[in-house]
């Protein structure tokens, strides 16, 4: 989670959107920022909680495909309304998991789904521009907008048969823009990450806010 809040920093410092990948050293659940925790300590028994810089719902992560993308305010992705932003995304997304062999496409309008004041599982219904295969969702994502851009937090899951997962490392930046060139992360960037870890998502008072 530092490491995502410290991408959308370098991101603005380079004036380029920047995407990476990750996965889980233990079984965890992240939740979003406005969630209660005692919804998710009674939900996700076996999970080590982490609360999430971004919204949406509670996230389980068990050999999940993880990926942050952080976007500087200046593209004009920015520009657009959270809806318009998560779509472009999901259907890039999409996109790239069809030229891995994976059938997928993006939910409508009529997956809308009621706000909740507890943090409902996010794989348990989708919503408009989540990716589906079949009717069951497999990716979702969860967005934050800032003065300095936006942070989208997403995951897939659940994919039959069993995802490919350096076939879609490689195809989903492709699949994103026109350009893309591999980005080393520095020393500095990784001591960022970990300072936020340790000031924010690692301290208690801000996994137990709510």
Same mark, same amino acid.
Not at 199 to 210: F, I, K, L, N
């Given at each position: 989670m530092g490491l995502d809040e410290a991408l959308l920093e370098r991101a603005v410092e380079i004036g380029a959107p920047l995407l990476r990948f990750y996965a889980w050293a233990e079984p965890s659940v992240s939740?979003?920022?406005?969630d209660r925790i005692a919804f998710?300590?009674? *939900? !996700?028994?076996?999970?080590?909680?982490v609360r999430r810089w971004t919204g949406?719902?509670?996230?389980?992560?068990?050999?999940? !495909? *993880? !990926?942050?993308?952080a976007i500087p305010r200046a593209h004009p992705v920015c520009a657009s309304p959270a809806r318009d932003?998560?779509?472009?995304?999901?259907?890039?997304?999409?996109?790239?998991?069809?030229?891995?062999?994976?059938t997928a496409r993006l939910s409508g309008a009529e997956a809308l789904s009621p706000?909740?004041?507890?943090?409902?599982? %996010?794989?348990?219904?989708?919503? %408009?521009?989540?990716?589906?295969?079949?009717?069951?969702?497999?990716?979702g994502g969860a967005q934050?907008? *800032?003065?300095?851009?936006? /942070?989208?937090?997403?995951s897939v899951q659940r994919v039959r048969p069993e995802l490919p997962r350096a076939a879609l490392a490689r195809e989903?930046? *492709?699949? /994103?823009?026109?350009?893309?060139?591999?980005?080393e992360p520095s020393s500095a960037f990784l001591a960022t990450g970990e300072r936020l870890a340790a000031?924010?998502?690692?301290?208690?008072?801000?996994?137990?806010?709510?």
């Open positions: 939740f979003g920022y406005f998710v300590r009674a *939900t !996700f028994l076996e999970c080590v909680p949406g719902g509670a996230v389980e992560h068990v050999g999940d !495909f *993880t !990926f942050a993308l932003s998560y779509g472009l995304i999901h259907a890039a997304l999409a996109a790239a998991l069809i030229r891995c062999g994976i706000p909740s004041r507890d943090a409902a599982p %996010c794989f348990a219904r989708p919503v %408009c521009a989540d990716v589906l295969q079949a009717d069951q969702k497999i990716a934050r907008r *800032t003065r300095a851009g936006l /942070l989208h937090q997403g989903f930046p *492709t699949a /994103l823009a026109s350009a893309v060139i591999a980005w000031e924010r998502y690692a301290h208690p008072a801000w996994t137990e806010r709510y």
